[in-house]
């Protein structure tokens, strides 16, 4: 793959993919997402047969996949009841990520991770945590955190997955 920046200076270094998003709701730019690895439902074939759509489909997070991190949603996406197609930006990609409400941060100093809490104000925006690795990133943007939820540039970290806290 080449990962050269073939581009005016200014546009973000991105990794990006077309994958299948399965969940019928509306997505964010920066909304954190995993892979459905463990999905054995149709279209899905059953757990004993080897189905390659479990790493390029992809859901909001929650417990079961938060091992799974796949990266971002490129833009805001209107919600489909059948799933669609979306493009996402992977771990190693300098994009906008969703921070959730009232999260502040400091230009390459604050880490930030992917959060599946359904307490959140969107499931998939990032909050501060210490995490390293696939879910995590590191801020390239200040923002004084308010009532609202904002988007941040950031660096989506790679190595392991280290995966989508709670």
């Given at each position: 793959m080449d990962c050269s920046t073939n581009a005016p200076q200014k546009q973000a270094d991105v990794r990006s993919k077309w994958v299948w998003f399965a969940g019928s709701t509306a997505l964010a730019e920066g909304q954190g997402l995993c892979y459905d690895a463990f999905d054995v439902t149709a279209p899905i074939?059953?757990?004993t047969v080897a189905d390659a759509r479990r790493y390029n489909r992809v859901i909001v997070p929650v417990v079961a996949n938060a091992k799974h991190f796949?990266?971002?949603a490129a833009r805001d996406y209107?919600?489909?009841p059948n799933g669609q197609m979306i493009e996402i930006f992977c771990p190693g990609s300098v994009c906008n990520v969703l921070?959730?409400?009232?999260v502040s941060t400091v230009v390459g100093t604050t880490a930030l991770g992917c959060s599946y809490d359904a307490g959140m104000?969107?499931?998939g925006s990032f909050k501060a945590s210490a995490v390293t690795?696939?879910?995590g990133a590191i801020a390239l943007q200040t923002?004084?955190?308010?009532?609202v939820v904002h988007k941040c540039l950031a660096v989506l970290q790679e190595g392991v997955?280290?995966?989508v806290v709670a």
């Open positions: 074939a059953a757990a796949a990266g971002v209107a919600a489909r921070l959730n409400v009232g104000s969107v499931v690795g696939k879910a923002i004084t955190g308010d009532a997955q280290s995966g």
